[in-house]
């Protein structure tokens, strides 16, 4: 039984390694010059350079950074205030309906494509093509319906006795809402607003069609690159490496959360 | 995107080294001082000159207080934004590289501003600017049907064959190619040398093949821009297309179906392969780039030709004034600075640069001197190849509106062939069903 | 009830009721505004692609717009579209390897890690990396792997002195390369899936098979497995319409091609749209494609039970 089991962890312990091999290859290259990148055989071991690093830093690079962020925290920020009072009161209400909850899961998962050709007709005449307002509201349209999603069974599962306790001590519904549900709620509020904010941070589609320069975030601009400096592997992976680490760090901080978040809440994990 | 190339600019310039200032083109009075305060913002894909001309950006600044922004994309990306960008009338750039593919469309839609309100008022423009001096067959595709120019060329990228390692085909007693069927004989006599692949080329085959298709005897439409049928299931276009692909398959590096421009300059950079037709600004970092491991061993020479003729292929880069923008005055304020005879001189002479449009400047010593590359006056070649271009009649297939559609069933087509998905004869025939159906779509009426 | 009760609970019912009342017009309030956003952040443009895809429109030729002289020419050259079909049918290869894929290995990783032990839940959180990373970053990766000059596994076959192909720039490759990288990208999801709904199976169904004799795989496969079908259907589903977006990773890796090996039908419409400027057209592959989505989220609505009647 000992063999199985030390087996079984080699095993995993091997695989867990396979898979995580072509990841930390891209950031071991981001360490690397050009020419020890080109080398063949590859050397095993290298002094790292952080020069490609430097050299994304000192350039424009910061700006999509920082579009990056302000966009995905505002479309985060809207979405949790819209949202959050809406998957509340969808908990308390008696009925359901069938269309409403086809309608939010649709909007989460339609091909991009359907958002992206309405949205940038409408942008070229709104004058919001290449501004990060016009990147905000269009990350609502999947950030909203998650928020729904993902806040309901919270409250669902929320005990009602309390917010009734509230009313019944003259507490108005918003004051109970604010201050005795939504604290019981907090570990899921907070792991909502990071997977609005990661999933708003990925995408690449809508900021590829609607922004040009000014408002063009991390993932395009390093694209962008790829397309400029084909064969600067370094600074291509340092780039690569710079838009996953937020996104790495936050989505490990919320792992609990993620199977329900990517399903929509269809699965808790 | 802009800082990003500082590494490369730093390394071309460095080619340059340590040439004596000139003083500043006379041009700039002081009639210019009205637009003082005013920022422009430009646009252009990641082009050599620009890299060179942003150099002297504060001069131009000091001088006349318009200050310049420029945003730099990767070619592919900055087509489709610009072409977008443009279809909404936005006002976000002053001035933009109008891209030979897109001329027709642009110009054609009315997207891009009339430069001869400007040039044909001498308190704007003084007599010495001399917009003619612009080589004819370069500027061709920037007129509109009465002869009104909307643009004024940047870069003339002039294809020529440049031999990385032309010391293997010397070794193996042959001589640069000079016709489709030497260059299979050289390549097959060469290909594997000393671990180098005889070919190499960029993905975009929509330009890179028509030279041949050409001196094939074929063409991409029947009449550019007048007839648009496009002729791509032709004998010769088959014939031709099979040729290019099989070149490729054959004689290419690995993966050379996915490199981009950056990828097969670097294949011959490192030596890695050997002979590539191309603009002639891809071939000059061979002899100039401190990197290059070929820089003496390079060597020059025309396009491939067949049967029907030489047809080198010519794109012609130039910069516009989008019809949105509110700072025209200031953007003609840059356009007249930066492509200015002085200005082009000094690029040239400070930067090496290879691909001028100017006549005056392409004829001058400076431009000769600097275009002479590990012992080869390359600048005799450039002016033959502009030469051949005359009135650019030949590369009028590039600059219809439809050509960005077309020339995708083109890409598709090689790619099919050269990685065995269909023979030459069906996958061309696909195209030019393809074809038909998207110049119908685009609302051309064609028909056989 | 004497008369006296009654009137005194009659007020109390009163007030009960007002409060009631007060309680869904809040709700309604907490409601109504998100659903106007989501109205107008989702159901207009929607109703603005369906329209479109009833004309030619082509932005840069301005006579298309909203010129409804032919509304079902979009419709019928699709059905005579070779590159559409062949789109489809790419798109059918592209789903069926990656979910089929992605199920297979993630229930297997699931069972393999489904032991409480913790060391094992470690390992687990290293699964997750691959589909927690960018998308984009995702494509960077594997196009580095595929990259002849810098890939390490192109060094190992030539160290071996295998003769390999270029994976995306070949005919034969290129979509198992896209596959590959997709069940990297997001057979974790499935095992992460099929390990949430692994640790509701009660142990004494095991037990009982257990004591009929049953091996452990005969358990899994007779007991385990069909007690989690729920799941897994979910699973399958969701992984089918992410497989419809498709996108970065062909963006990057193929472009659709070599030829149109991997062009995938939302990436024919994203290159009909904004390549070559037909949106008329790319909105009604569009339409086609979200029909095919709704009816697929429908499904899942169903099988979740999210808007049935508690």
């Known amino acids: 039984m000992r063999a199985n089991k030390a087996i079984l962890y080699a095993l995993a312990i091997g695989l867990s390694l396979l898979v995580l091999a072509p990841f930390l290859w891209l950031v071991r290259m981001s360490f690397q010059t050009n020419a020890q990148i080109f080398a063949f055989p590859p050397h095993l071991w290298f002094r790292p350079t952080g020069a490609n690093y430097a050299a994304l830093w000192e350039g424009e690079f910061t700006r999509s950074f920082m579009n990056s962020a302000v966009t995905s925290t505002a479309s985060t920020v809207l979405a949790m205030l819209l949202g959050v009072p809406a998957a509340y009161a969808l908990a308390r209400m008696r009925r359901r309906s069938d269309a409403l909850s086809l309608w939010i899961?649709?909007?989460?998962l339609a091909p991009p494509t359907a958002f992206a050709i309405p949205y940038f007709l409408a942008y070229r005449h709104l004058g919001l093509l290449d501004t990060r307002i016009g990147l905000i509201i269009i990350y609502l349209t999947f950030d909203l319906s998650l928020v729904v999603w993902l806040m309901r069974p919270f409250f669902e599962?929320?005990?009602?006795?309390l917010e009734e306790a509230a009313w019944i001590d003259g507490a108005g519904f918003w004051q109970a809402l604010v201050r005795v549900v939504l604290p019981s709620a907090a570990p899921g509020l907070a792991a909502t607003a990071i997977l609005c904010f990661v999933f708003s941070w990925n995408d690449f589609f809508f900021a590829l069609i609607l922004t040009r320069t000014r408002a063009m975030t991390a993932p395009v601009a390093v694209v962008n690159f790829m397309n400029y400096v084909g064969w600067q592997w370094g600074r291509i992976a340092a780039g690569g490496v710079m838009v996953m680490l937020p996104v790495l760090v936050f989505s490990l901080a919320v792992r609990r959360f993620l199977v329900s978040g990517l399903t929509a809440g269809a699965v808790k994990g | 995107?802009?800082?990003?190339?500082?590494t490369r600019r730093r390394m071309l310039a460095g080619v340059a080294g340590g040439a004596a200032l000139l003083p500043a083109p006379a041009v700039l009075g002081k009639a210019t001082s009205k637009y003082a305060g005013t920022t422009i913002r430009g646009a252009a894909f990641s082009l050599p000159f620009h890299q060179y001309l942003s150099t002297y950006f504060p001069e131009f600044e000091k001088e006349t207080g318009i200050k310049v922004a420029f945003d730099i994309e990767a070619f592919p990306i900055y087509n489709q934004r610009m072409d977008l960008e443009l279809s909404t009338g936005g006002s976000s750039y002053d001035v933009i590289i109008v891209t030979f593919i897109y001329q027709g469309k642009w110009i054609g839609a009315g997207w891009v501003t009339d430069l001869d309100e400007f040039t044909k008022d001498p308190n704007v423009t003084p007599a010495s600017w001399d917009p003619v001096d612009f080589v004819p067959g370069v500027e061709a595709s920037m007129r509109d049907a009465k002869g009104h120019t909307y643009a004024y060329g940047v870069e003339a990228g002039a294809m020529l064959l440049y031999a990385g390692r032309a010391d293997l085909i010397d070794r193996a007693g042959l001589a640069l190619p000079t016709t489709m069927d030497e260059v299979l004989k050289v390549c097959a006599a060469v290909h594997g040398k000393a671990g180098v692949a005889a070919w190499t080329a960029d993905k975009l085959h929509h330009w890179n093949w028509p030279p041949y298709l050409e001196a094939s005897g074929g063409r991409v439409f029947r009449d550019a821009p007048k007839d648009l049928m496009p002729l791509l299931d032709t004998p010769p276009a088959v014939a031709s297309a099979a040729w290019y692909a099989g070149l490729l398959k054959t004689?290419?590096?690995?993966?050379v179906l996915s490199f981009t421009d950056d990828q097969a300059l670097h294949s011959q950079l490192s030596g890695r392969a050997n002979m590539r037709t191309n603009s002639i600004t891809w071939g000059l970092p061979l002899a100039k780039d401190p990197s290059s491991t070929v820089a003496k061993t390079v060597r020059y020479g025309m396009v491939p030709g067949g049967?029907?003729?030489?047809?080198?292929?010519?794109?012609?880069?130039?910069?516009?004034i989008p019809k949105g923008s509110k700072k025209k005055g200031a953007a003609w304020e840059f356009i007249k600075w930066a492509l200015s005879k002085e200005m082009l001189l000094r690029v040239v002479k400070e930067h090496g640069y290879p691909s001028v449009c100017r006549r005056s400047v392409i004829e001058s010593e400076v431009f000769k001197e600097t275009l002479t590359l590990n012992g080869q006056d390359v600048a005799a070649l450039y002016l033959k190849v502009l030469d051949q271009l005359g009135d650019g009649a030949y590369m009028r297939y590039r600059t219809v509106p439809v050509f960005p559609a077309v020339g995708d069933k083109i890409n598709r087509a090689i790619d099919a062939i050269a990685t065995g998905q269909q023979t030459a004869p069906v996958a061309m025939k696909e195209a030019e069903a393809q074809a038909i159906e998207a110049i119908r779509m685009g609302g051309y009426k064609i028909g056989r | 009830m004497s008369l006296a009760v009654a009137a005194a609970a009659r007020p109390r019912a009163a007030k009960r009721e007002r409060l009631a009342r007060q309680r869904r017009r809040f709700l309604v309030w907490c409601l109504a505004p998100t659903l106007g956003v989501l109205m107008a952040v989702t159901l207009l443009p929607i109703l603005y692609l369906v329209a479109t895809s009833f004309t030619p429109l082509d932005p840069t030729n301005p006579a298309t717009a909203w010129n409804f002289s032919r509304p079902l020419l979009n419709y019928r050259l699709m059905l005579s579209d070779g590159r559409f079909g062949n789109s489809l049918w790419v798109q059918a290869k592209l789903s069926f390897w990656t979910v089929g894929l992605q199920m297979l290995?993630?229930?297997?990783?699931?069972?393999?890690?489904?032991?409480?032990?913790g060391m094992l839940k470690a390992l687990r959180t290293l699964f997750l990396v691959p589909m927690v990373l960018p998308p984009i970053v995702v494509g960077i990766i594997w196009k580095v792997l595929y990259t002849p000059d810098i890939s390490p596994a192109f060094w190992a076959f030539k160290a071996l002195g295998w003769k390999v192909a270029t994976p995306i720039t070949s005919a034969t490759w290129a979509l198992p390369s896209i596959i590959l990288a997709d069940t990297w990208e997001w057979f974790p999801l499935t095992m992460l899936m099929v390990l949430a709904a692994l640790q509701t199976v009660p142990e004494e169904i095991l037990d009982a098979a257990r004591v009929d004799g049953a091996r452990i795989w005969q358990a899994t496969l007779?007991?385990?497995l069909p007690y989690v079908r729920g799941t897994l259907m979910v699973a399958g589903l969701f992984r089918l319409i992410d497989s419809i977006k498709a996108f970065p990773l062909i963006y990057l890796l193929t472009d659709g091609g070599p030829g149109s090996v991997t062009e995938v039908t939302n990436y024919y419409a994203f290159e009909q749209a904004f390549n070559f400027s037909y949106v008329g057209y790319a909105s009604a592959i569009t339409v086609v494609l979200v029909t095919v989505s709704l009816a697929l989220s429908w499904l899942i609505v169903r099988l979740t039970g999210w808007g049935a009647d508690e």
């Open chain 1, 157 to 161: 599962t929320a005990p009602r006795a």
């Open chain 2, 251 to 255: 004689y290419g590096p690995p993966g």
């Open chain 3, 105 to 117: 290995i993630g229930i297997g990783f699931a069972l393999l890690l489904n032991l409480r032990s």
């Open chain 1, 105 to 108: 899961v649709a909007s989460r």
């Open chain 3, 222 to 224: 007779y007991v385990v």
């Open chain 2, 307 to 320: 049967p029907a003729g030489d047809f080198p292929g010519v794109a012609c880069h130039g910069f516009g």
């Open chain 2, 1 to 6: 995107m802009q800082r990003l190339s500082v």
